[in-house]
């Protein structure tokens, strides 16, 4: 038999550079999305460049022993 847990939420990271998506980082924290993202941020034209978070909901699935 198999539950399903729905609402999990999940935080990705995008960091676009010169218009193109670089990397796509996914986490299970906000708090470490934030992290990421301030991290990425440093350094950078934001002129040209930029780094977004975006939260989206998954279900889960967990099959019962």
Do not use: P, W
């Not at 218009?19 to 980082?25: F, N, P, S, Y």
């Not at 950078?44 to 460049?49: I, K, S, V």
């Amino acid at each position: 038999m198999t539950s399903v847990r729905s609402g999990r939420r999940i935080y990705t990271v995008v960091d676009v550079v010169k218009g193109v998506a670089a990397d796509a980082l996914s986490f299970r924290h906000l708090k470490d999305a934030h992290l990421c993202a301030e991290r990425l941020r440093r350094d950078r034209n934001l002129d040209e460049d930029d780094v977004q978070i975006f939260e989206s909901a998954m279900d889960c699935c967990e099959r019962a022993k």
